[in-house]
């Protein structure tokens, strides 16, 4: 069983993956995946039986579950940080704290489609993709064990991708993640002093100044944070207040899905088909909708360009090369 | 000028490095440079005049500054993440805060041999770059702009070495870090509620169970610490309580080099010379050591063995899929 464990010093959380323990010779061939896989792949239509059974899939009417037929599947990843069984225990050891790895690990297939890049990206798949979020969100809430969910893509192997075949994951966890914590501390310390929303405000000022501005509708915005760790880093954020994605009307899917394909096109384009991460951020699971005025949920966009070392790590402070208003103009003017 | 920003939501810092604005064409080739440099090495003994004025040598006497002669050399950074010259000036801009990108960013060369590996680690080199780490530390603790003294270094392309000649750096900045406010915040924390020091009370345990202790002498102790975010981290901490390295003295610098030594051989033994970074953690330059009761003065070391991708991004929960009691114990029998 995979285990929680706490920090004593900085109260931070770490996955210890127990059940599939490393030796040293496992890690020493790294260098070879850089190559990418090649070959099989188990996200492949037709290859329904190599992955777990789907707990989710949008596919045509009259085809069965685990068969061909899908635009969308949704299967346990084979290899999971947590393990959906077993019942949540909190546990010290000596001065140390623990919680049983329980949780769940989701992968998110976008597409039947192995070759599918991000050029030809079409806001359909985009869609249905953010439809998926929201149904396995909103199914994953209903369990008391989970505290959050949290949902992000990785593309390309130096983005953390193992297998190149279009998809996102969702991991739930008994804990609130320690990234979560300190943005809603810090925004509802924000709320405090001003009684507003600190992303409502980030959204005004980038508004009136229109400087990191790189995209928007009706309904969401696109922005090159002031304080961007990475090079053309990208955050986009529901115009209107909301803290939760979970609730998404339709109409919003549409929005969304035309901002972030947008976004991804133009991060594409821009720099060459870039390794990415992307994260969603909302509330945790047990948290009122209504007492969250001052929490604002946005997806975290970030192209893998430059390396995180000493420095990053011993300090948590980034050093990047690109000032957010020359990376909102260079991805504004893409495709323009 | 470069700047420091502040994200307005979870007050972290980041550096944006103005003068070296980096346009999409500078990353693209990205892939190129995992073959690693070759060929000329500004760092080598003879080419001293391609690196700035040299600030701190150790070298024979009767030998000129910048010239051959040196077993030890500091030079600033060519390319500074902060720059030296110029006042400290924080303001705000609109909604957002600011401080002038000013601070140190050395160099400090550690032998002026280009092809030495970690195998045959000569104790004196370790020795030698600790007494520069120290007399550095002591210089820049008196300039009153700067707030914190990052010791670190990169070993290894994938951890962020541009250059494979042996070396370390430090980056002296105007603000504490969000990495060591955590670590202090946590500590005082502790220290509040049980009126001990968490690292002393981390060390005791480690000793009782006898479970994650990789090696240690009479003044230091090499840990796996019990929530390690990386596969085969290390700590290592000074068994007496000090909250201030640069007050090392001459025999815990002969000490520490014993166990930093120990440490390298046996993690580049081990996992076959892994890339990786160390980090010195040490209190903010204007607090008073006496006040420090609660803070211990410490090395991480994190071999790069694994990706960091969206989860971790998102969560701040790193998956580390080697559990430090299986680390300690390979890297315990290492050399035995």
């Given at each position: ?87 949540l ?14 949780g ?33 969100s909103i199914?994953l809430n209903r369990d008391p064990r989970f505290e959050y969910i ?22 739930a966890t008994p804990i609130v993640p320690?990234?979560v914590r300190?943005?809603m ?58 803290s939760t994605?979970p ?35 909302t509330a945790p699971c047990k948290m009122d909708a209504n007492q969250l005025?001052?929490y ?41």
């Open positions: 069983m995979p285990e929680l464990r706490k920090d004593p010093v900085n109260n931070r959380w770490v996955i210890i993956a127990t059940e599939r323990a490393k030796r040293p010779s496992d890690f020493k061939s790294k260098g070879e995946k850089e190559k990418g896989e090649k070959g099989f792949c188990p996200f492949c239509e037709g290859n329904e039986s190599k992955t777990p059974p789907e707990i989710l899939s949008y596919r045509k009417q009259g085809t069965l579950p685990d068969t061909p037929g899908w635009w969308l599947r949704v299967v346990p990843n084979k290899y999971p940080a947590l393990q959906i069984e077993g019942a225990e909190k546990k010290g050891m000596g001065m140390f704290d623990t919680v049983t790895g329980t769940a690990h989701e992968v998110i297939i976008e597409t039947p489609e192995h070759e599918l890049d991000f050029d030809s990206l079409e806001i359909g798949r985009v869609e249905e993709t953010l439809w998926a979020y929201r149904d396995r199914d949290l949902i992000f893509k990785n593309h390309g192997v130096s983005a953390g991708a193992s297998l190149e075949h279009p998809h996102s994951q969702l991991i320690s990234s300190e943005e501390d810090g925004a509802l310390q924000y709320f405090k002093y001003k009684d507003r929303c600190v992303f409502c405000d980030i959204i005004r000022e980038e508004k009136d100044s229109n400087e990191r501005v790189i995209m928007e509708n009706e309904d969401f915005i696109a922005i090159a944070p002031f304080a961007s760790r990475f090079a053309f880093e990208c955050w986009i954020l529901p115009k209107i207040h909301d994605f609730d998404i009307t339709r109409h919003e899917v549409m929005a969304l899905a035309e901002v972030l394909g947008g976004m991804l096109k133009k991060m594409s384009k821009t720099l060459g088909n870039p390794p990415f991460n992307y994260m969603l951020h005025k001052h604002h949920w946005h997806i975290e966009l970030i192209p893998r360009l430059t390396d995180v070392a000493g420095f990053e790590w011993g300090s948590g402070v980034f050093i990047n090369p690109t000032p957010p208003e020359e990376a909102a103009k260079y991805l504004r003017e893409e495709g323009k």
